[in-house]
């Protein structure tokens, strides 16, 4: 008798069996003009299912159901409004039920999710304890560290209170609170599930700041607390480390392509993050003050509490503000070693925990990056020299400086303050006779452009000053972006901001524009308090990324710059662009070769190398089962430091409760270690294996280029895929275009492009070229080494089971009706053909009958979810067909319908994503 998975049981018996209990009272609920509405979805739920696998279209299955039930007889209305009507009902009601889904998942992930197994904490430091080898672990640590970067891009459908009634809901799902519950499923149907208008960035950003206060605040101070706690007695003093785990954050500092983020955001987000956490840091004050009530330490403990205050207010008080986090620390290690040496340690832990959230957030909470185009630095650099030529100095005539102020310098900056900024500014004798060349920028060769910027950085003087509207507006705000880091590092600590990040690099020449730009903004020569972090994103840009670094480590004034910076290099990797680019087998082993390339130059030269992915959620943007692939990096990948990206809906789903952000983290955390700790007996990947998936990404390259050269392939994108629907959905501040002309693939963000896919359940981005790829190997007798090399390396084995979730996410009746269509029914079937295969040879080599074998609970939450949201994905396909119809024939349709059809498209869009959970 085969043994139940005691994961898929939990499953089973905490999710799948109280969502069909909840649902029912969820259904049955008293909404106005829901109650038909309720008893009518689950017959259309039935008809979809049926009917796509007889082979109906869409369109065929709504005129049928409705046919059946002739609606405009019991309402009254006529027939197109009250079909509309229910359809929007049925949108409604489903995109509440992923709703109650992911609530029931919450509460359920302790019972689901194996918290305490391997790559948990107490596995790990288990095995450390039992092998005895808690003085390695403290060695290691010394120089480990997990950096998580919240962004803003646009994959978070859910607002605020709609992910409030879900962190309620699974609380009172856990408790078994029945009368709660009935109350929050009113609630949630009550409750608007879009944003009535696009976010600003500020508002992004203090979106993103409720997971920072309610889970982050937490959960990192406990990872480095119950580390610490592992040591011996005598190394349990926080005071003796640094912070294991730090935050990032990108809303406010994401400038590429994005024209609403600004110097001004910038600041303010900064400033929300600090009043944010020193606000935290008072409240836990008052709590300890409850506790730490002994004479001699309840006096220093108010004092701190009335100076973080005055941090807090920046008002006139009697005590005075902190300047710097470490003033506060430096006032709480005294009072901790008074409370243990003359109170007994009596609530010494209470006082940890908070040192160790002074350690871990600063007062800064998050780190911010900023992040900008390489194109844009050119383009800045071009107007800055020119303007600078025109007028034959870097300084505004004094004449002309009256009542302006510096851009360089930050908004709200007084004139007299600035004239004063700006008084003694003068070019030395190199400066001046950089002038004489300091127009056409643009029009240099990249090497001559190298030298002129060389000679920049060689001149004492290089700062810029320019009179309101002087130069472009994008240029002058690149300047002050920088110049705005001064203001930010002097409130806030150099952690607050300390990163540069050039999207598009591919050249050496983008690191010196941006140290160029920074002189310019007002830093001083070899006082540049920024990390430059290059992002490589394309294949041929990852392929050349080992020659750019040698360059710049070659470079004196760069290898001066990182000798200040403690001689590490952070290197920032794109998965998405990558796998849009090169296809998904292609783009993850570009990226696992380039860090095995950038490791050795990097240690050649002296240099610590830092890998940044930037990953999204879905395995074809570097999501999917992330942790495995760190396990799998080995000693000739550099991975002291593991940093990533998460986005969007992955935040919520991932990190949006205690529970899942303890797991998560501490499967990243544990990653970068084991490896240090018990090595294996061989390594990941070995000579043969790494010839093999050079083998495999040529093969699948090739195959996605073909199928992305496609005549067909951008057409088939904007006409049949909700692409051109992702501008409508509220939910960010940034295009969902790097330029607004016509569509060009050059032009496609990689999360509309995912998502589009992902929308027609189709996910090309998840396999496409797996199946040819493999297929060429296993013709040339290479089944048997596929097999092996599933069995042996983590890497493979991690690439393949994220294909399987693509393809297990994919669901071609949907879409089947465009295999006989006249114009894209050969690209279709080009489509299903390489899903179908690619499903066949998975399964061949890795004696799975069925996908996603190994994680049974995993796939029946996928065939749940997909389940739930079949109506909604008939209805999308339904309503993007009747958008093209009334386009074609206005007159035969009533008033209003072209937009309400649209507008239906866009309401499924959002709970499709949302009930994915990672695929886009």
Same mark, same amino acid.
């Given at each position: 008798m085969s043994r139940i998975d005691p994961r898929l049981q939990a499953f089973n018996e905490l999710v799948a069996m109280k969502y069909q209990l909840y649902n029912g009272l969820?259904?049955?609920?008293?909404?106005?003009?829901?109650?038909?509405?309720?008893?009518?979805?689950?017959?259309?739920?039935?008809?979809?299912?049926?009917?796509?696998?007889?082979?109906?279209?869409?369109?065929?299955?709504?005129?049928?159901?409705?046919?059946?039930?002739?609606?405009?007889?019991?309402?009254?209305?006529?027939?197109?409004?009250?079909?509309?009507?229910?359809?929007?009902?049925?949108?409604?009601?489903?995109?509440?039920?992923?709703?109650?889904?992911?609530?029931?998942?919450?509460?359920?992930?302790?019972?689901?999710?194996?918290?305490?197994?391997?790559?948990?904490?107490a596995h790990f430091l288990g095995r450390v304890q039992d092998q005895r080898k808690q003085a390695l672990l403290e060695e290691e640590l010394a120089g480990y560290k997990v950096r998580i970067v919240l962004t803003a891009h646009p994959t978070q459908f859910y607002p605020d209170s709609i992910l409030g009634i879900i962190t309620d809901l699974s609380e009172a799902i856990g408790g078994n609170d029945l009368p709660l519950i009935n109350d929050l499923l009113l609630q949630m149907g009550k409750t608007r599930f879009q944003n009535r208008q696009r976010p600003t960035p500020l508002e992004e950003a203090r979106s993103l700041i409720w997971y920072l206060e309610h889970i982050f605040y937490h959960t990192l101070p406990a990872t480095s607390a119950r580390l610490v706690a592992s040591l011996e007695e005598a190394r349990q003093d926080p005071f003796l480390h640094e912070p294991k785990v730090e935050l990032g954050f990108w809303p406010g500092g994401d400038r590429d392509g994005n024209p609403y983020v600004t110097s001004g955001t910038t600041f303010k987000v900064a400033q929300a993050l600090k009043a944010s956490i020193i606000g935290l840091y008072v409240r836990d004050l008052e709590a300890l003050l409850g506790r730490l009530t002994f004479d001699g330490i309840i006096q220093p403990l108010q004092a701190i509490r009335d100076r973080l205050e005055a941090t807090l207010s920046q008002a006139a008080r009697e005590a005075e503000p902190y300047p710097t986090p470490a003033e506060l620390l430096a006032d709480l290690?005294?009072?901790?070693?008074?409370?243990?040496?003359?109170?007994?340690?009596?609530?010494?832990?209470?006082?940890?925990?908070?040192?160790?959230?002074?350690?871990?957030?600063?007062?800064?909470?998050a780190s911010l990056d900023l992040r900008q185009d390489s194109r844009v630095h050119s383009a800045a650099l071009e107007a800055v020299f020119a303007r600078i030529h025109d007028r034959g100095g870097l300084a505004a005539p004094r004449a002309q400086r009256k009542g302006s102020w510096p851009r360089g310098g930050r908004s709200g900056t007084k004139a007299s303050e600035a004239a004063e900024v700006g008084k003694e500014t003068a070019t030395d004798r190199a400066t001046a006779d950089l002038l004489e060349d300091m127009g056409g920028y643009g029009a240099l060769s990249p090497e001559a452009k190298f030298g002129f910027l060389e000679r920049c950085l060689a001149a004492a003087e290089l700062?810029?000053?320019?009179?309101?509207?002087?130069?472009?507006?994008?240029?002058?705000?690149?300047?002050?972006?920088?110049?705005?880091?001064?203001?930010?590092?002097?409130?806030?600590?150099?952690?607050?901001?300390?990163?540069?990040?050039?999207?598009?690099?591919?050249?050496?020449?983008?690191?010196?524009?941006?140290?160029?730009?920074?002189?310019?903004?007002?830093?001083?020569?070899?006082?540049?308090?920024?990390?430059?972090?290059?992002?490589?994103?394309?294949?041929?840009?990852?392929?050349?990324?080992?020659?750019?670094?040698?360059?710049?480590?070659?470079?004196?004034?760069?290898?001066?710059?990182?000798?200040?910076?403690?001689?590490?290099?952070?290197?920032?990797?794109?998965?998405?662009?990558?796998?849009?680019?090169?296809?998904?087998?292609?783009?993850?082993?570009?990226?696992?070769?380039?860090?095995?390339?950038?490791?050795?130059?990097?240690?050649?030269?002296?240099?610590?190398?830092?890998?940044?992915?930037?990953?999204?959620?879905?395995?074809?943007?570097?999501?999917?089962?992330?942790?495995?692939?760190?396990?799998?990096?080995?000693?000739?990948?550099?991975?002291?430091?593991?940093?990533?990206?998460?986005?969007?809906?992955?935040?919520s789903s991932n990190f949006g409760t205690p529970e899942a952000a303890r797991f998560n983290l501490e499967q990243l955390f544990?990653?970068?270690?084991?490896?240090?700790?018990?090595?294996?007996?061989?390594?990941?990947?070995?000579?043969?294996?790494?010839?093999?998936?050079?083998?495999?990404?040529?093969?699948? =390259?090739?195959?996605?280029?073909?199928?992305?050269?496609?005549? *067909? /392939?951008?057409?088939? &994108?904007? !006409?049949?895929?909700?692409? $051109?629907?992702?501008?409508?959905?509220?939910?960010?501040?940034?295009?969902?275009?790097?330029?607004?002309?016509?569509?060009?693939?050059?032009?496609?963000?990689?999360?509309?492009?995912?998502?589009?896919?992902?929308?027609?359940?189709?996910?090309?981005?998840?396999?496409?070229?797996?199946?040819?790829?493999?297929?060429?190997?296993?013709?040339?007798?290479? =089944?048997?080494?596929?097999?092996?090399?599933?069995?042996?390396? *983590? /890497?493979?084995?991690? &690439?393949? !089971?994220?294909?399987?979730? $693509?393809?297990?996410?994919?669901?071609?009746?949907?879409?089947?009706?465009?295999?006989?269509?006249?114009?894209?029914?050969?690209?279709?079937?080009?489509?299903?053909?390489?899903?179908?295969?690619?499903?066949?040879?998975?399964?061949?080599?890795?004696?799975?009958?069925?996908?996603?074998?190994?994680?049974?609970?995993?796939?029946?939450?996928?065939?749940? =979810?997909?389940?739930?949201?079949?109506p909604l994905l008939v209805i999308q396909q339904y309503a993007m067909g009747m958008v093209k119809a009334a386009q074609r024939n206005p007159e035969a349709y009533p008033k209003g319908a072209l937009d309400a059809y649209a507008k239906m498209v866009v309401k499924a869009m959002a709970a499709n994503i949302n009930a994915a959970r990672n695929s886009a």
């Open positions: 969820f259904l049955g609920l008293p909404f106005e003009d829901l109650a038909d509405t309720g008893v009518q979805l689950p017959l259309f739920a039935n008809a979809c299912r049926e009917k796509l696998q007889a082979g109906a279209s869409p369109a065929q299955i709504v005129a049928q159901f409705f046919k059946e039930r002739p609606f405009q007889e019991r309402t009254g209305k006529p027939a197109h409004e009250a079909q509309m009507r229910v359809l929007f009902k049925f949108l409604q009601l489903v995109e509440r039920q992923v709703v109650l889904f992911d609530a029931l998942e919450d509460a359920a992930f302790p019972a689901v999710n194996d918290v305490d197994g391997p790559g948990s904490l290690k005294p009072l901790r070693r008074a409370l243990a040496e003359g109170h007994q340690g009596l609530f010494i832990g209470r006082l940890d925990d908070f040192i160790f959230k002074v350690q871990a957030f600063g007062f800064h909470f700062k810029a000053e320019f009179l309101p509207d002087e130069i472009d507006p994008l240029a002058s705000d690149t300047l002050a972006s920088l110049a705005a880091v001064r203001a930010i590092q002097a409130g806030n600590g150099e952690r607050a901001l300390c990163r540069y990040v050039i999207s598009n690099s591919n050249s050496a020449l983008n690191v010196l524009e941006v140290m160029v730009l920074a002189r310019l903004a007002g830093w001083q020569a070899g006082h540049i308090p920024l990390d430059i972090v290059p992002l490589f994103e394309t294949i041929e840009d990852l392929r050349h990324a080992e020659g750019i670094m040698r360059r710049l480590y070659a470079h004196p004034v760069y290898a001066a710059h990182l000798e200040r910076r403690g001689e590490s290099q952070t290197i920032m990797l794109g998965f998405s662009d990558g796998t849009k680019d090169g296809g998904y087998i292609t783009a993850n082993w570009s990226i696992h070769k380039a860090k095995r390339d950038l490791t050795r130059v990097s240690r050649e030269a002296g240099v610590r190398a830092i890998f940044f992915d930037g990953r999204g959620g879905p395995p074809s943007r570097g999501g999917g089962n992330t942790h495995k692939f760190y396990r799998s990096l080995g000693a000739d990948i550099e991975h002291d430091e593991i940093q990533l990206t998460i986005q969007g809906q992955t935040i544990t990653a970068g270690l084991e490896d240090k700790l018990f090595p294996p007996d061989a390594p990941d990947l070995l000579p043969e294996d790494i010839r093999l998936l050079d083998r495999l990404s040529g093969h699948s =390259r090739e195959a996605y280029l073909k199928f992305r050269e496609d005549p *067909l /392939f951008l057409p088939y &994108l904007e !006409e049949m895929t909700p692409l $051109s629907y992702y501008g409508m959905l509220n939910i960010a501040s940034r295009p969902t275009r790097r330029k607004s002309s016509s569509l060009r693939f050059e032009d496609l963000r990689a999360i509309p492009f995912v998502g589009a896919w992902s929308q027609m359940k189709q996910n090309i981005p998840g396999f496409y070229g797996v199946g040819i790829g493999m297929g060429k190997l296993m013709a040339r007798g290479g =089944r048997r080494k596929l097999e092996d090399l599933y069995h042996s390396s *983590l /890497f493979f084995r991690t &690439l393949v !089971e994220n294909a399987m979730m $693509s393809l297990s996410k994919s669901y071609f009746p949907l879409t089947r009706y465009l295999e006989k269509d006249r114009k894209y029914g050969r690209f279709w079937r080009r489509i299903y053909k390489e899903a179908t295969d690619s499903k066949i040879i998975l399964k061949e080599i890795t004696g799975q009958q069925r996908l996603l074998s190994t994680s049974l609970a995993v796939r029946e939450s996928i065939h749940l =979810r997909e389940r739930i949201i079949l």
